[in-house]
């Protein structure tokens, strides 16, 4: 018999509202772990607001959301879920750093307030970027490298941390169409291969339909 995959994000009958318009209604779904979902959905449909909502930036009006189990707002292991916003290409100026600073910044949940990074911070922010491929742009300013560069040292930055989950929010904006499918190809391998769970959010169809295993429609 299969074994049976642990759930790792589940929402229940989900509602929310921005100046009481309704953004999400009823919104009921599982995530095993594992799994590769595109969360697909036109522009201004609520994806990024639900996205919000697993990670708990945000609180639904009715509803739960449980994270392996365990309610949103009980749950403290923030460094098992990795995220990369929207537009994480297009940072420059926000991140006046090397790639490697920025790659350790990825640790801050795994340290307590106001204590050094430890050797085995440095060792996992070493891995994150060796995972990326960016290690040889190590010593580089941010603003110095490319859309798709830029998004695989962001990417890095959430592996830093030894997420359980990887949630990715249009990844795929301001970076050329060559580099996304390196890039595409990249997050595949880190759900193969390190079995970690993938949210990729998306309006592009296409893309969606050919890189996820489930998909949601929001």
């Known amino acids: 018999m299969p074994v049976k995959k642990k759930k790792c994000i589940e929402l229940d009958g989900v509602d929310f509202f921005y ?45 739960s959301v449980k994270i392996y189990g365990q309610d949103i707002g009980k749950f403290r292991d923030r460094g098992s879920i990795g995220y990369v916003s929207q537009r994480a290409s297009q940072t420059s100026s926000v991140f006046p750093a090397n790639v490697e600073e920025v790659v350790m910044s990825g640790r801050t949940p795994k340290t307590r307030l106001l204590h050094h990074f430890t050797k085995k911070d440095r060792e996992a922010a070493a891995i994150a970027m060796d995972i990326a491929g960016v290690s040889p742009y190590r010593r580089r300013l941010l603003e110095e490298l490319s859309g798709g560069e830029r998004q695989r040292v962001f990417v890095a930055r959430a592996l830093a941390a030894e997420p359980k989950i990887l949630i990715l929010d249009e990844p795929g904006v301001g970076v050329d169409i060559a580099s996304q499918e390196r890039f595409y190809n990249f997050i595949e391998k880190i759900n193969h291969e390190m079995g970690i769970t993938v949210l990729f959010v998306s309006h592009d169809i296409d893309v969606v339909a050919h890189e996820t295993k489930t998909i949601l429609c929001v």
Do not use: M
């Open 19 to 63: 100046n009481n318009q309704p953004v999400l209604e009823a919104i009921t779904f599982s995530v095993e772990e594992g799994d590769y979902l595109g969360v697909i959905g036109p522009n201004g449909g609520g994806k990024t607001t639900l996205i919000k909502i697993i990670l708990g930036l945000l609180k639904p009006h009715a509803g």
